[in-house]
């Protein structure tokens, strides 16, 4: 399995231009999320979705969509990027037997956005 | 504002000795409390988790309290080794949800 991939791992954009984040699970996952990582602010959550075609806001979800066609892959989208964008982007999934449980989530390798 | 707070950013520690990496919380809803660790360039991966019906779950060389009335955990690494050198975040989730509450992170030194 490769687990929870990401695409690109590194992007510059101009501010106003829009872009996706690519994000894909092999695991069968049914939860998958999106969370911003800041300097000093730890990781927070932008959008999440609980299966296909199902998907919800986070803590920091202006300037992004999501949308999940598919069990296997949930994109992020960036409408016009702006500066205060700039972060790392991680993409996580999990099985979900419901929520008084935990369980782990799965963590791909990140992608660096840069926005100008 | 934070509602899980780690306030030490870094920590060093020799090789062999303990590590204790410490996390604070706000909110007396959340259910499971985890601890994720990160290399640079690398996804956050899953140490260990407990759940706020316990005080005390351990894992090998992991082992993490949780003290309810002070709404604080630890992490302990026995004995820490220079491979655990990474960022650790604790984190938290909230009763009836999946997602996860993420603290600041303590950034781990290990000096062989």
């Known amino acids: 399995n490769a687990g929870v991939t990401q695409t690109p791992k590194f992007q510059v954009l101009k501010t106003g231009q829009s872009m996706t984040l690519q994000c894909a699970q092999d695991?069968?996952?049914?939860?998958m999320s999106w969370y911003r990582q800041d300097p000093g602010m730890g990781l927070r959550l932008i959008h999440y979705?609980?299966?296909?075609?199902?998907?919800d806001q986070g803590e920091v979800p202006n300037g992004y969509n999501v949308s999940r066609s598919t069990t296997e892959d949930f994109p992020l989208r960036l409408l016009s990027a702006a500066p205060s964008q700039t972060s790392v982007y991680f993409c996580?999934?999990?099985?979900?037997?419901?929520?008084?449980?935990?369980?782990?989530?799965?963590f791909g390798p990140g992608t660096r956005l840069t926005v100008l | 504002d934070q509602q899980v707070k780690q306030n030490s950013p870094s920590l060093s520690v020799q090789e062999g000795r303990i590590s204790i990496l410490n996390c604070d919380y706000t909110?007396?809803?959340?259910?499971?409390f985890l601890w994720y660790k990160k290399y640079p360039a690398e996804g956050p991966t899953f140490l260990i988790s407990?759940?706020?019906?316990?005080d005390k779950n351990e894992d090998g060389r992991f082992t993490v309290f949780l003290n309810k009335s002070a709404k604080h955990l630890s992490l302990h690494i026995v004995p820490s080794q220079p491979g655990d050198s990474a960022v650790y975040f604790c984190?938290?989730?909230?009763?009836?949800?999946?997602?996860?509450?993420f603290g600041s992170g303590t950034r781990l030194q290990v000096q062989p």
């Open positions: 996580a999934s999990s099985y979900s037997i419901g929520t008084g449980a935990y369980n782990e989530q799965f």
């Open positions: 695991m069968n996952h049914e939860y």
């Open positions: 979705s609980v299966g296909a075609g199902i998907t």
């Open positions: 909110n007396s809803m959340f259910d499971y």
């Open positions: 407990i759940s706020s019906i316990k």
């Open positions: 984190a938290a989730k909230y009763t009836g949800r999946r997602a996860l509450t």
